[in-house]
């Protein structure tokens, strides 16, 4: 959300890594195309049968222009850091919400969450978050707490 509303002077392309389906590669290739940048995605791999026939985020980030580039041979941070050498106009994203630019729109979401729950106080909601998303469900914990206690 912060990337989106606010102005990155002199970034034209984004770089960010995790596996080939996530949810971040279709939503920041949406985002590039926005903002008219270039998506450069590094992931370990490919599968030969995704590769053979596109689906789900994979297929809809291509099909806005993003770069999905697979390295097999090491971890994708250590690839982006000792091989590609992101220049000054690149704008790199760690994977799984791990970015200081992720906690905006992590409580903007939390917050629409706790209010959308007020106007159904007859109902007891619970929001399971997956696991992988640790710095997600941290931010969101900790913004219920701060509402709740309001």
């Not at 690839?79 to 905006?104: D, H, M, W």
């Amino acid at each position: 959300m912060q990337l989106l509303q606010e102005a990155q002077p002199g970034i034209d392309t984004l770089i960010c890594y995790s596996s080939v389906q996530a949810n971040s590669l279709y939503s920041l290739a949406a985002l590039c195309r926005v903002k008219k940048w270039k998506l450069e995605f590094y992931v370990h791999r490919i599968p030969e049968w995704l590769k053979e026939n596109p689906s789900g985020n994979y297929r809809g980030a291509m099909e806005l222009g993003a770069e999905i580039i697979e390295c097999r041979d090491m971890h994708p941070l250590d690839f982006i850091e000792s091989v590609r050498k992101p220049e000054e106009n690149c704008l790199v994203l760690p994977e799984g919400g791990r970015a200081q630019t992720s906690e905006y729109g992590i409580k903007g979401l939390a917050q629409e969450i706790v209010h959308w729950t007020r106007f159904r106080s007859d109902k007891q909601f619970v929001v399971a978050l997956p696991q992988a998303l640790a710095p997600p469900p941290c931010i969101c914990t900790s913004i219920y707490k701060d509402t709740i206690s309001q």
